[in-house]
């Protein structure tokens, strides 16, 4: 199902654009991507132009993505400091944003880095990706792992954000933000209309819609 | 030029000290354990995060040495929390954009600045706001230091820094806002050595050159 909404995550990222892909479903992409050789991956704690996982045994201790993980560089990559590469996101310089979500509001905000009740200790570059990327697609499974509903008309949890994102893909579909307002673009191959509707409390309006 | 436990000799009980590094790459791994070994104590941190468990700043914590973390990111060592419902640690916390924004702007002798991130989030109550345009923008305080801790790959023996891969990170900047910087480095090389066009951090940052044993 990750794979899946990955995979749809992917026709929303035009060739050639620059992509900061968050941890979760995001990081998914990049192995899918660099298949394709099309996009070049932006990490916060570095470099433009980041590589596939290395094998077993190629593992550079100095080349870690924003997740912490062994990366490779691509060839055409770039390093960087921490200043830096925030002004190149806060400045809008990131084509596409691709980010998990908690949770998503009416209005295409987004709570994604703090959970209820615990005490606010994280949030990395969560607020600035939200904020400050040309376009943020978001990806998330549509229920929680207790089946409730993602997508709600008010958050519950903390907004990371004021800005509304562009897109959200799920497993039942995806929706656009146009003007404030949630729009179905499109409906999972196994996801009827109805369906979609009882898992969505979030009022959302019916686009040029298909089926996949 | 000094070894590593000479150097953290220049930090002092109660100072505020800031740490490269994103996680363990590009820690300043050799002058965090010889800082192990120092008597500074009642320390204020700012890091992105406070290492992991007993490793880098995670050793200090450890040792009840740090009583104050800056940084946007500590959720990964759980100790960190365990500290801080104990009451043993303050933390502040900023998105990590703003965090380097704000130590970039304190080595760059600016007080203080309005950013947009964290505007109407939890992470801006009690702070002044202002609305640019459309765009509601928060007021974020330089962050400056007695003493940075960072690493580098090279140095010359004038001061002069060259990076490696992703392990720049916050070094160059943190390099560039505390009244002291001392700089872990893998091996000093001769004046000239260095080409001029790689030099990340120039010389005149830098006061102490500690070299890790080979």
Redesign the interface.
Known sequence: MRERIARRALEELPAGSVVNLGVGIPTLIATLAQARGRIFIH?????LGAGPRPPEGAI??????AG?RPIT?SPGAS?????LS??M??GGHIDVAVLGALQVDARGRVANW?MPGQ??????????LL??ARRVVVTMTHLSNAGEPKIVPELTL?????RSVDVIVTDYGVLDVTDGALVLRELATDVTLEHFTQATPAPFSLGVQRTR | MLGADAAMQLVQTGATIMVGGFGLVGAPLALLEALGRSGASELTVISNNLGEPGQGLGALLRQGRIARAIGSYFTTNPEVIAAYHAGQLEVTLLPQGTMIEAIRAGGAGIPAFFTPTGAGTALAQDKETRRFGERLCVLEQALYADVALVKAHLADRLGNLVYEKTARNFNPVMATAARCVIAEVDRIVEVAELDPETIVTPQLYVDVLVERAA
């Open positions: 990490s916060e704690n570095g470099i550079d201790p100095m080349l870690v993505d912490k560089a390093y960087f400091d921490s200043a925030f002004a996101i806060r703090a005490p606010i200790l994280g949030v990395g570059g969560a607020m600035d904020g400050g903390p907004i990371g954000s004021l």
